[in-house]
């Protein structure tokens, strides 16, 4: 070979490089968009449930009043999800004083589903001392449930009426501390 050949094919394994340089950086920024399209949103409003700071329906053997919080959980014994959250929501309803757990399952207790106006599972509820709902939608993932759970706890005490709950007080451990540090109290 000669050296017009070799310089014509360094000159097109150059501009190859190139080209594929390009398309890498392409790809990375593809894939940054991705990730942030599918990272856990929050806990999201599914255009059911009980509305927003009105009073929630009784629910049988429920006293709203017996604790600071009431967070009552909707799921259904074919929903993967709900499986796979029960036991984290049990872990985290230990692990907050301030918070009684309530698990509704579809299979047994629909009419508690028609009365709250819930369609989809995993829906949680939170419900303040007085009774009413501060906060509720779809929650998929445990960061969700905590998401949730430190927006309730972290509102002040005059915005609801209801007594303010001291975060750093609460006996908090594992994955549930590390959402909850840094929030107002």
């Not at 310089?7 to 594929?20: C, D, G, R």
């Not at 053997?61 to 929903?79: I, K, N």
């Not at 995993?122 to 419900?127: G, H, K, Q």
């Amino acid at each position: 070979m000669t050296g017009p050949v070799w310089i014509v094919s360094y000159v097109l394994l150059w501009a190859a490089v190139a080209v594929l340089g390009f398309a890498v950086v392409a790809l990375l920024r593809q894939i940054g968009v991705l990730h942030t399209r599918i990272a856990p949103m929050g806990i999201h409003f599914a255009g059911e449930g009980p509305a927003l700071d009105e009073a929630a329906p009784a629910l049988s053997g429920v006293d709203y009043g017996q604790s600071p919080w009431t967070l009552v959980a909707f799921t259904s014994p074919t929903c993967e999800i709900c499986a796979q959250l029960k036991p984290a929501l049990a872990r985290l309803a230990g692990a907050y004083r301030e918070i009684d757990l309530r698990l509704v399952d579809h299979a047994t207790d629909g009419d508690t589903f028609a009365q709250f106006r819930v369609r989809s599972t995993p829906y949680l509820v939170a419900v303040d001392s007085s009774g009413m709902v501060r906060s509720r939608g779809v929650a998929n993932t445990l960061d969700q449930v905590e998401e949730m759970l430190a927006e309730v706890l972290a509102t002040p005490a005059d915005a609801f009426g209801a007594p303010v709950t001291d975060l750093r007080s609460a006996a908090v451990s594992g994955d549930a501390g590390a959402a909850l540090e840094g929030q107002p109290s």
